[in-house]
Every structure is written in C-alpha cells, then in structure tokens.
C-alpha cells in the first residue's frame, strides 16, 4: 500500500519556523520526484518545493525562494521541507506529492497538514 504521511504542520508567529516532513512507503522511492504543494483557503494548489532523489535536483517556487530547504532522507525514504521566515502568505494547507521520474506525472498524494502563521 502507498502512503505519503505528512507530518510537523502547525501554528507559528510569524518570522518563525517549522518543519514539515514527508514519511514514503509502499514504492520504489528513488524512482520519484516529491514534492510539497500548498493550498490556501480560496486560492488554487500551488507547487512548493520539489526534489528528484535520485540525483538531489531541486526545484522552488519563488515566493519560497532563500526562505525554504527541501532535502530527501533516503535511507528513511522521508523527505523534509524546512520553513523559515515565515509570512502570514505561507498560510495554507501542505501536501507532499510523488511525481513518477519516468513519466513526470504525480501518481500519489499525502493527506495535508495544516501550517497557520499568525501576526
């Protein structure tokens, strides 16, 4: 069975930091990109951040950019979004995604966690 479980989602002042992480099982982990999306209450599902395992590309929307670090642990097949500096904007629900390295298609989702940044 494949699982995506995200976790380290919660509440934080502004300026603060989390870390959300990205427990994978149920396939061949090298063989994916993961990725964490966001989506806001009425706004569209955004892409994140971005990580090939198999090489360590990696990829960042700019509203994240020099403020968020993505890294793959794969020996634990787990896969970490570090937020720092955080904006009222960054408020949304997290999803981590794993997008199939040969066909570039996201084939399974986790459920979200929820990150509230308050002022």
């Known amino acids: 069975e494949v699982q995506l479980q995200a976790s380290g989602g919660g509440l934080v002042q502004a300026g603060g930091s989390l870390r959300l992480s990205c427990a994978a099982s149920g396939f061949t982990f090298d063989d994916y990109a993961l990725a964490w999306f966001r989506q806001a209450p009425g706004k569209e599902r955004e892409g994140v951040s971005c990580i090939r395992t198999s090489d360590g590309n990696i990829y960042y929307a700019d509203s994240v950019k020099g403020r968020f670090t993505i890294s793959s642990d794969n020996a634990k097949n787990t896969v970490h979004l570090q937020m720092n500096s955080l904006k009222l904007e960054d408020t949304a629900v997290y999803y981590c995604?794993?997008?199939?390295?040969?066909?570039?298609?996201?084939?399974?989702w986790g459920q979200g966690t929820q990150v509230t940044v308050s002022s």
């Open positions: 995604a794993a997008a199939s390295s040969r066909t570039g298609t996201y084939d399974y």
